[in-house]
């Protein structure tokens, strides 16, 4: 429905002579594109009822019938079954509502019945993200004064928006040039089990989380004003297992996961800030691979508008106070500078090793659990392929799937044939290499900064 004009917009942005209700019994506030606003427009495609206008009774929208879109989210496949609840097996579809009228219900006991008027404003116009139009949603009801209602409705909306479970969570990513953490998509979470990592390893990540999910642990950063949130840095060689671990911890805690990439063109230092102050409160913050953007306090990337005490200001969590948990990732910790990973920013640094053998046992059992008597010629049979190098998970774990359908003596006699083919053989030389590239680059890089400063100063 085009936005109503009338005089009457001067004061009020609608025509109520057009509304099936009388508006000076209701109260009403108005939300313009925005967090609020797209928990609204998503409840009501989803959960609008009819609309009795004129002895008509509409499905949903007043002079718009056809009210909603749907599209099809890829995250799932179509013949998958979802079985944990309803609104789980509903995340597939993204619907999107039209323009008009609609009706809804409230959680409230009283079931009681509010009115959204979706409309659009004005000609559309071209921006940097292409032709937009101004929408707006104006939601009514009944009882002057009772904006209250309202309000906590679309409070339990956006609650409800950044709730996640055990099965699945929620991923975001800071939209830069228009400072909002855009959904990305749903995701299947790891269960805890599934990752093969050392014991100690786990339990050191587990048990850290735990105290600090404790309501005596928000009270003790409160009365000694520490800001409320604990920071990870996840090191160590690729494909060992840092992103499942981070899949794992979600699931495991129930948190949706939101990226922030420094690397983005657009993300300045007050951008950065933004996107801290506006986290979810149920959320892990991932920075991945945060050595791609600094070799120690000089930025490597040419077009990059974020500056080493930007990520530090950022990182001191002084906007942040909700009990976000940060996950920083890197491959080469060597090459960060020791002020990005103190204490306070920094607060429980994890390597992630090679391969043990208590994960290639643990690995064995997880795909052969029936045959555990053949685990310790598989463990000698890797390590006496290797012949001492190492081999990280993730190279273990395509062996297996190569091997789905081998028995065990098959699998086993297949190491050979399988590994030469990989590249995770020269993953620790390879990683070496890397480390001295970096520390050249950041030779080369202090270098130039130095005749920079010189030609400055003359």
């Known amino acids: 429905m085009s936005h109503f004009k009338s005089e009457k917009r001067q004061i009020a942005p609608f025509d109520e002579e057009k509304l099936p209700f009388d508006v000076s019994k209701h109260c009403w506030i108005e939300f313009s594109e925005g967090k609020a606003y797209s928990v609204l427009v998503s409840h009501i495609a989803k959960s609008s009822i009819a609309v009795e206008h004129n002895g008509i009774s509409q499905a949903g929208s007043f002079g718009n019938p056809e009210f909603s879109n749907v599209k099809q989210n890829d995250q799932y496949d179509s013949d998958e079954e979802i079985e944990d609840d309803k609104e789980k097996s509903e995340e597939g579809i993204e619907m999107q509502v039209g323009l008009g009228l609609f009706a809804i219900e409230t959680f409230e006991e009283s079931k009681t019945t509010m009115y959204a008027l979706h409309q659009s404003i004005g000609d559309p116009v071209g921006t940097n993200c292409g032709i937009q139009q101004l929408k707006t949603l104006t939601v009514f009801t009944e009882g002057l004064g009772n904006e209250m209602i309202i309000a906590r409705f679309t409070r339990k909306l956006i609650d409800k928006s950044e709730r996640t479970n055990a099965f699945f969570f929620k991923t975001f990513k800071w939209h830069a040039r228009h400072e909002y953490w855009r959904p990305q998509g749903v995701c299947r979470a790891r ?61 495991k805690y129930k948190r949706n996961v939101s990226f922030l990439q420094l690397t983005d063109k657009e993300m300045t230092d007050d951008g950065l800030l933004n996107s801290i102050a506006r986290l979810n409160k149920n959320t892990i913050v991932v920075i991945e691979d945060i050595d791609s953007c600094f070799a120690g306090r000089s930025n490597k990337i040419a077009h990059s508008w974020v500056t080493f005490t930007g990520l530090l200001n950022a990182l001191d969590g002084v906007s942040s106070s909700h009990g976000q948990i940060f996950i920083l990732t890197t491959n080469l910790k060597d090459q960060l500078d020791p002020a990005l990973i103190r204490c306070g920013r920094v607060d429980v640094q994890v390597e992630f090793h090679p391969a043990s053998d208590e994960q290639l046992i643990h690995m064995w059992h997880a795909y052969y659990p029936d045959y555990p008597e053949k685990v310790h010629p598989f463990v000698t049979a890797v390590r006496a392929y290797l012949a001492g190098k190492g081999v990280n998970t993730a190279s273990l774990q395509h062996f297996f799937v190569v091997n789905m359908h081998s028995t065990p003596e098959e699998a086993i006699g297949s190491i050979a044939h399988v590994f030469e083919d990989m590249e995770f053989l020269e993953v620790i030389k390879k990683d070496d290499e890397a480390k001295e590239a970096l520390r050249k680059e950041k030779e080369a890089a202090d270098e130039a900064k130095a005749e920079r400063d010189e030609s400055e100063e003359e």
Do not use: C, N, W
Not at 194 to 210: G, Q, Y
């Open 191 to 251: 269960d805890m089990d599934s990752i093969v990592l050392p014991a100690a390893t786990k339990s050191k990540i587990i048990e850290d989380v735990d105290r600090f999910l404790k309501p005596e642990t928000k009270k003790f950063y409160q009365k000694h004003g520490i800001p409320f949130r604990r920071s990870y840095l996840f090191y160590g060689i690729p494909g060992a297992g840092k992103t499942s671990m981070i899949q794992a911890l979600a699931g």
